[in-house]
């Protein structure tokens, strides 16, 4: 199994920048589709971002338009979220998950994930 561990949230204010890591145990990191989620109170988990195992093809949300950026190193099994131009509605709880299957494509539904890590609080100010 695979264990993931987010880092990077915090509070910033509308228009600043976080960058949100996810680092991954197991030897298979390389080989798996990963995504970011996002869950805000009272709200669906949303899909944010994913990147295919190699990182030659991503897909975003449409709310993102072009304010994120995922990364992903696979000699350091991590995978990473830049976001910029926050705004107080990306206030939410932001997921890593890692694909279901090896060499799979990225998925845009939770349910195509098999591993999770625990979250980050990313809270923007007004």
């Known amino acids: 199994q695979a264990q993931l561990v987010e880092s990077g949230g915090g509070l910033v204010q509308a228009g600043g920048s976080l960058r949100l890591s996810c680092a991954v145990s197991?030897?298979?990191?390389?080989?798996?589709?990963m995504g970011w989620f996002r869950q805000a109170p009272g709200k669906e988990r949303e899909f944010v971002a994913g990147?295919?195992?190699?990182?030659?093809?991503?897909s975003y949300g449409e709310f993102v338009k072009g304010r994120f950026t995922i990364s992903r190193d696979n000699a350091k099994n991590t995978v990473y979220l830049q976001m910029n131009s926050l705004k107080p509605e990306d206030t939410a709880v932001y997921y890593c998950?890692?694909?279901?299957?090896?060499?799979?494509?990225?998925?845009?539904?939770?349910?195509?994930?098999?591993?999770w890590g625990q979250g980050t609080q990313v809270t923007i100010s007004s």
């Open positions: 998950a890692a694909g279901r299957t090896p060499y799979g494509s990225i998925t845009v539904v939770a349910t195509g994930y098999a591993y």
């Open positions: 990147i295919i195992w190699s990182g030659s093809s991503t």
């Open positions: 197991g030897r298979t990191f390389s080989t798996y589709a």
